[in-house]
């Protein structure tokens, strides 16, 4: 099996309390995604990407259709503890995910709820914290750090539970630009030389861009879906749906409505450059 | 509406273990109608040292004169600073709490004393100047309303104070791109009509020289930087060095340059870099 995560027509629908009235946030939406593939997911605010998410751990269970985690049915209860522990999640702020006085504890704190024995958990621990490199700062309280490493060490505790794929949910969206760079450079890492499989929601098209694939999401379906490049050369259905493109697919645009011939794959700024310096 | 800053320090659970001086002598002054934009890392003392200038945090030391008047003296009342300098906090839609959008950009003007027809003068122009249609959303709960419908009414909250200086911390982060857009375009419209003082924090690099004509770095609760955007980015690799970023135009510029073409590496903005890389191509 090689498919991390199977969606199959998923439909979901939030019952509001006050009225009662059923709010359909996704649907007939099918995806895969592959084992170690690294995943980038984008829409406009409410287009359905959290619900999305949550889907994928079965924080959430469909309306209509399927979603399987590593072979297992969200809907299937008795599989729950495989299903969450197969598929972690990181959310925007990192101070709600935090809950010990001490980083160490905070990170143990996960495995010993599995009941993990304490050699393990402290094996755990010691290994999660590298894997952030965070390491250093495991004697620490975690109100003193760093938006950037309170959202490490807020990662280390997904970690420590062994999943093989993690869902991230708008990591960066409230870090300073140093912030931002560390947990990005975290998630590549957890991603390549773990071989976690990354599932991440962004609002930064430049950070969307460092993915196998795009997802975009729109009003609950999917509208576009492909590597970075076949998405972002779609700059004005892009910004029909209300997103943008990373800069350098901007000024490559620009530059083809003034009839220059710019590949239509180029998207970082080294490509951009190494173009220009031809 | 002039801001004075006179070497100002302000130091957190002072003899506690914990203790932290946030603001270490920071000196800044701040010219009426001026577009200020402060930027610096987490933690740096950007949110404490606007709290300062509404009154909102009093310093231990140094003094704040706003047109002239020393806000840190007693006998200053808030309500009066807080009505000519308003301030958006961060992540403001949590704040918001009435039945409806009305009545929650209603709730300062009300708290002013003004009559009836002049509150609902004052709300129509606010939710005007944020690009919000009145009879659509004035009765709306805000909670109904999207994320970024949701921050500018309650940025709207802040402007039917009227206030002289808007200051806004970090007004677009968590948005989406259209959100950014609309909700800095918005900024950009209502300063160009008001000629009101706008202190802006932000993340992000490409939007702060953009619309700032004067920049102010923040590091470790100090002024260590402060000039035109031109000014400061000139400063690349000390501003790479304190955990910031440069505006995307010009880390292509500097790519470029590196790789010994002859570009212009301050560059701020999309459109400027879109020039120099015409005239690249164009003189090939
Ligand atoms: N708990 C909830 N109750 C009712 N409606 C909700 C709830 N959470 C989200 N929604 C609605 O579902 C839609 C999708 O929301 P969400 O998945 O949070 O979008 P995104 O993460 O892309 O911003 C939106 O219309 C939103 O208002
Ligand atoms: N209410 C508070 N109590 C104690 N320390 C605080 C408080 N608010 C901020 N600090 C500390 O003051 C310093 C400056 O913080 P802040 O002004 O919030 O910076 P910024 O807005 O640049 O992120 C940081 O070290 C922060 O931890
Ligand atoms: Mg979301
Ligand atoms: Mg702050």
Known sequence: MNNMIEIKDLTFEYNR????????????????????????????????????????NALLLPSGGKVYVNGYDT???????????????????????????????????????????????????????????????????????????????????????????????????????????????????????????????????????????????????????????????????????????????????????????????????????????? | MSIKVENITHIYNEQMPYETTALDHVSVEIESGEFVGIIGHTGSGKSTFIQHLNGLLKPKSGKIYINGIDITEKKVKAPEIRQKVGLVFQYPE???????????????????????????????????????????????????????????????????????????????????PKGHKEILDMIKKMHKKEKNTIILVSHNMGDIAELSDRIIVMEKGKVVLTGSPKEVFKNADYIESIGLGLPPAMILMRMLKQRGKHVYTDILTIDQAEKQILNLLRSK
């Not at chain 1, 009662?20 to 996704?26: E, T």
């Not at chain 1, 984008?42 to 619900?51: D, E, L, V």
């Not at chain 1, 990591?171 to 450079?185: I, N, Q, S």
Request: aromatic content about 6%.
């Open chain 1, 17 to 56: 309390e006050e009225d009662g009235k059923n709010i359909p946030a996704l649907s007939g939406v099918d995806l895969n995604i592959e084992k170690g593939s690294f995943t980038a997911v984008i829409g406009h605010n409410g287009s359905g990407k959290s619900t999305l998410a949550k889907n994928m």
């Open chain 2, 94 to 176: 949590y704040q918001l709490f009435e039945e409806t959008v009305f009545k929650d950009i209603a709730f300062g003007p009300s708290n002013l004393g003004l009559p009836q027809n002049e509150i609902e003068q004052r709300v129509y122009e606010a939710l005007s100047l944020v690009g919000l249609d009145y009879r659509e959303v004035t009765d709306k709960s805000p909670f109904d309303l999207s994320g970024g419908q949701k921050r500018r009414v309650a940025i709207a909250g802040v402007i039917a104070m009227k206030p002289e200086v808007l200051i806004l911390d970090e007004p677009t982060a968590g948005l989406d």
């Open chain 1, 75 to 278: 809907a299937d209860e008795s599989k729950l503890w495989h299903i969450r522990q197969a598929a972690g999640m990181v959310f925007q702020n990192p101070d709600n995910q935090l809950v010990s006085a001490i980083v160490e504890d905070d990170i143990a704190f996960g495995p010993e709820n599995l009941g993990i024995e304490p050699g393990e958990i402290k094996k755990r621990v010691k290994e999660s914290l590298q894997a952030v490199g965070m390491y250093d700062y495991r004697k620490k309280a975690p109100h003193l750090l760093s938006g950037g490493q309170k959202q490490r060490i807020a990662i280390a505790g997904v970690i420590a539970m062994r999943p093989e794929c993690i869902i991230f949910d708008e990591p960066t969206a409230m870090l300073d630009p140093y912030g931002r760079k560390e947990v990005m450079d975290t998630i590549r890492k957890l991603n390549k030389e773990e071989g976690i499989t990354i599932i991440l929601i962004t609002h930064f098209m430049d950070e969307a861009a460092l993915a196998d694939r795009i997802v975009v999401i729109d009003e609950g379906k999917i509208a576009l879906d492909g590597t970075p490049k076949s998405v972002f050369v779609q700059v004005e259905k892009l910004r029909k749906i209300g997103l943008e493109v990373p800069i350098v697919t901007e000024i490559a645009f620009r530059l083809r409505n003034k009839g220059i011939h710019v590949p239509e794959d180029i998207i970082s700024l080294e490509e951009m450059v190494n173009y220009l310096c031809q």
